[in-house]
């Protein structure tokens, strides 16, 4: 069974310019979440779909944005790029069922972002 | 909203002892306690969790205790070995609705040959 498919896995982007980022979950998944990972603020939770619907955003301005596909594949946007922006970004898929033992988050490999 | 707190940052056992990894969280509502392990160039990776209705939970070498009236949690490697070196976070969450996890800063854990 396939992972979590991330692209790029790696890219470099000037201030000012924006970015898109693509997340392909398991097989199967239905709740895509993003997350930005950096050396000084760790793990952050910046939002998630499921259903093609923003269910829950973290504290991030309006220039960080996604949406998800009706196939679940989800892509986020950053917008007028900050060098504090640079990060490894991960997305993460659930099954999300009603079951309290089954929404678990598989992490994918990242994709790293640096703002130069 | 919840707040998780992580230590030690860094932790150096030698080969065969045991690791212990120490978390609290804030918020009296949060109920799904996973663990996650990081090796380089990868992204975290489950490696166990415990929800709210159990204090303890073993998997081989690796436990995870939850002390819910101190807002504890744990994570116990025994008889680590070379592979265990990674990064460790741990997280928490209300485990129904939006899968929104709330980590904790990291534990840099080395095992020394």
């Known amino acids: 069974k396939a992972g979590v498919t991330q692209t790029p896995r790696y890219l470099i982007k000037t201030r000012g310019q924006q970015v898109t980022l693509s997340c392909s979950p398991i097989?199967?998944?239905?709740?895509v979440s993003w997350y930005q990972q950096t050396p000084g603020q760790g793990l952050q939770f910046l939002f998630e779909y499921f259903s093609e619907t923003q269910r829950n955003k973290g504290n991030f301005p309006g220039r960080f944005s996604g949406r998800q596909f009706s196939n679940s594949r989800s892509e986020m946007n950053v917008s007028t790029l900050e060098l504090g922006d640079s990060a490894l970004y991960l997305c993460?898929?659930?099954?999300?069922?009603?079951?309290?033992?089954?929404?678990?988050?598989?992490f994918g490999a990242g994709s790293r972002l640096t703002v130069l | 909203g919840e707040n998780v707190e992580q230590h030690p940052s860094t932790l150096s056992v030698q080969e065969g002892d045991s690791a212990v990894i120490k978390c609290t969280y804030s918020d009296s509502a949060s109920n799904y306690f996973p663990w996650y392990k990081q090796e380089l160039g990868k992204g975290p990776q489950l490696i166990i969790d415990i929800r709210s209705n159990v204090g303890e939970k073993k998997d081989q070498r690796i436990a995870v205790t939850l002390n819910k009236t101190a807002k504890h949690f744990s994570l116990h490697i025994t008889e680590t070995q070379p592979e265990d070196s990674a990064v460790y976070f741990c997280?928490?969450?209300?485990?129904?609705?939006?899968?929104?996890?709330?980590f904790g800063q990291g534990t840099r854990l080395t095992i020394n040959p």
């Open positions: 097989s199967g998944h239905r709740s």
């Open positions: 997280a928490a969450s209300i485990a129904q609705g939006a899968q929104k996890l709330v």
């Open positions: 993460a898929s659930s099954p999300w069922t009603v079951s309290p033992g089954a929404n678990v988050l598989t």
